[in-house]
């Protein structure tokens, strides 16, 4: 299947500093990505559709200026958390399509965030 | 209302037996999507199987098979075969039909926790 490959996998930061995910596309090229988040034992709740070459769209109740995302090419989607607090620690993960939105939905290996 | 439900937090079976993890959805589109996915303790999502609300028969995928029954809306995960490696968490999800910006989001039920013994 398509590969999506998300970085870093875990990352460990200081209250108040920014983190930034990348999630790319390996195999094919993807206008539009889905970014979720995962609390422990919790089921994957979409946050924002990444679209490439313009802006994201934000899930309700998610700020859109702390959870920054950028789509600038057809193969990387970035998700930058700014000034993280403890309460933004969690699992997040990426989505694409290989082949259009009917198509099978491939996830990146997700990054586990700890905010101390 | 929850688009996704799956009632079993936790399941047990033997190994070599087959398991059958629940999940009913809720929607009004008619063109949609049904996904299980296993996410094992590492985090990663793996695909499982495919339906979509068009097809006609049941899909398969190896010792995966979905128990599609439209009227009832629900879409069971059987898994045959138990092997050890199955345990992890299983999700259901869906992917509705239409136009949108959201068009291709998939919504997720809670999972289920399925652990294969010895």
């Known amino acids: 299947g398509a590969v999506v490959s998300q970085h870093p996998s875990w990352v460990i930061c200081k209250s108040g500093t920014s983190v930034k995910i990348e999630c790319r596309s390996l195999?094919?090229?993807?206008?539009?990505m889905f970014w979720y988040r995962q609390f422990p034992k919790q089921s994957l709740m979409l946050m924002a559709t990444s679209n490439e070459g313009s802006k994201a769209t934000y899930e309700q109740g998610v700020e859109k200026d702390k959870f920054l995302i950028n789509h600038a090419s057809l193969t990387l989607s970035t998700l930058t958390v700014t000034s993280a607090h403890p309460e933004d620690s969690s699992f997040y993960i990426c989505?694409?399509?290989?082949?259009?939105?009917?198509?099978?939905?491939?996830f990146g290996q997700g990054t586990r965030l700890t905010v101390v | 209302a929850q688009k996704i439900t799956q009632t079993q937090p936790g399941m047990f079976v033997q190994e070599k037996e087959a398991v059958t993890l629940d999940c009913t959805y809720d929607?009004?589109?008619?063109?949609?999507?049904l996904f299980w996915y296993k996410q094992p303790s590492s985090g990663e999502m793996i695909f499982l199987i495919y339906?979509?609300?068009?097809?006609?028969q049941n899909a398969t995928e190896g010792r995966y098979s979905l128990n599609f029954q439209k009227a009832r809306k629900s879409a069971n995960l059987v898994i045959s075969a138990s092997q050890l490696g199955d345990s992890a968490m299983y999700f259901c999800?869906?992917?509705?039909?239409?136009?949108?910006?959201?068009?291709?989001?998939?919504?997720f039920g809670r999972g289920t926790q399925l652990t294969v013994w010895p």
């Open positions: 339906q979509g609300s068009y097809d006609q």
């Open positions: 929607t009004s589109d008619p063109s949609y999507g």
């Open positions: 195999d094919f090229q993807a206008t539009t």
């Open positions: 999800a869906m992917r509705e039909g239409g136009r949108g910006s959201t068009l291709g989001r998939l919504y």
């Open positions: 989505s694409g399509y290989s082949s259009g939105v009917y198509s099978e939905a491939f």
